[in-house]
């Protein structure tokens, strides 16, 4: 079992309510943003409030032993000062907690558990908060939740993923894969198949019709001219009338 850098923000068995990481800013409700924005600017504000992102999947696997990688990335609207982000195992755990000053400045390390490394970056386009879990063990199954705190826009924010660790990576069974592929190139063969044999079979049609019309147009020159020479014949054996 890892031990704990800090408690959970919140104290399930305590009834004082939460505790709070430096830097938390709470506002009384009539002194809330919202209270201060006319209707239809609170709406915007809403539309580009601080959000938190672990990619598109929200589900990871690992192999025992390895490393993985836990992806985070944040968007904020109106950029970010002394801004607090952390890492929980299981909602009970903060395995890292790291504060960064400005959008020029890299994350600074606040403290971290021994297998848990920084890999992200803020000063470029992304900012990313990710980092990697080194030795994955099975005990490292859960839920692994990205949390972050802008006090320039008193919003919070946070995105959970889920980790998976196994033995051994199972291999896929490609046999019914195999036979559809098979299915459908046999398909696609026969189709080529069945189109050059008809092309095959008008080209020969074509070329006897072609024939039977060189045949006829010949016939019918010969017999024109048997005719014309028939006549010329009778024409000249004629007798005079006297």
């Not at 299981?90 to 403290?111: A, Q």
């Not at 190139?185 to 050059?196: S, V």
Request: proline share 6%; aromatic share 8%; charged share 20%.
């Amino acid at each position: 079992m890892r031990p704990a850098l800090w408690p959970c923000p919140w104290d399930e068995g305590s009834r004082r309510g939460p505790v709070l990481l430096p830097g938390t800013v709470f506002l009384p409700a009539a002194t809330a943003p919202h209270a201060l924005l006319p209707p239809g600017l609170y709406i915007l504000a809403i539309a580009f409030a601080l959000e938190v992102s672990v990619g598109k999947t929200n589900t990871v696997m690992a192999l025992n032993g390895s490393d993985i990688l836990l992806p985070c990335t944040f968007t904020t609207c109106i950029g970010f000062q002394d801004l607090i982000f952390t890492w929980y195992f299981n909602s009970t755990e903060l395995i890292y907690h790291g504060k960064i000053k400005s959008k020029t400045s890299e994350p600074i390390l606040v403290g971290r558990n021994p297998r848990v490394e920084f890999v992200g970056s803020t000063t470029g386009k992304d900012n990313n908060i990710s980092i990697v879990l080194k030795d994955v063990e099975l005990s490292d199954a859960g839920r692994y939740t990205c949390h972050v705190l802008n006090p320039k826009e008193k919003k919070a924010h946070n995105a959970t993923i889920f980790l998976t660790v196994v033995h051994k990576l199972e291999e896929t069974d490609n046999t019914v894969t195999l036979i559809i592929v098979g299915v459908v190139g046999g398909l696609i063969g026969l189709l080529i198949l069945f189109m050059l044999v008809k092309r095959v079979v008008l080209f020969i049609i074509k070329k006897i019709q072609d024939g039977k019309k060189e045949c006829l147009v010949s016939s019918s020159g010969n017999d024109n001219t048997e005719n014309g020479l028939a006549g010329s014949k009778a024409e000249q054996k004629a007798p005079p009338k006297a």
